[in-house]
């Protein structure tokens, strides 16, 4: 490569790296408190590390639940011995795997390299297999967002449902590697893309946010004392 054109591709990659940290700072400048709260949080919770990645458990369910460390476990183990290319991007993506009541199943946090989860959404009793499955394509589908924040690309309004679009694609090409002639697993496990979802999530106000919120605790307090009984 002429030395001229490298250093005009070395130019706009720095000015993309610059623009990508100015837009994400200044996004997620409210928020900054939340995430130093969240990392004392995980400083002062016991956790264990698998394969570099640690396995945090802060949800209600943890003293009558222990699905969420061993079928984590189990869900690395799957991608891995699976598809080793994209077990490493997990790897180099997701620092922790949090468990926790939310209001999604599933999401990304960049500042801290975290992938939470909410486990307790899962009722797996009788169809453990097809819950793992689905369980490691979507630790593809979160360390998908966090290659493309490793190429500065950042999770903007105009771009979210391309991001959405490419994580969901990366989750079903990874479950296909479950189907076989007389199953399509991948359908079964990801199923088409659902842009009503997403935009019931971008759209929903604080106030939203917050019920709901306050209602998944409340259900959990709840499914956590009928276990303890
Ligand atoms: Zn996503």
Redesign the pocket.
Known sequence: MPPDVRKRRQHSRRMRQFLFLLHYYYQHLLTLPASVSLRWLLRSVEWETHEGIAIVDVSLHRDVDDRFRKNTIAALGLIKALDPRRFHRIQHEIKYIQNGEALRWA??DRSLLICHIDYGRIDDAGNEEFYLRQYASTLV??AT?GALYSRYIDYTFKLRTR??RL??LEQKRFASKFDVLDRKWSKELVGEFDQQKYNSNWNATYSQRFKGTIARWRQSWRSRRSKRR
């Open positions: 999401s990304y589908h979160e967002h991001i959405e994580c969901h």
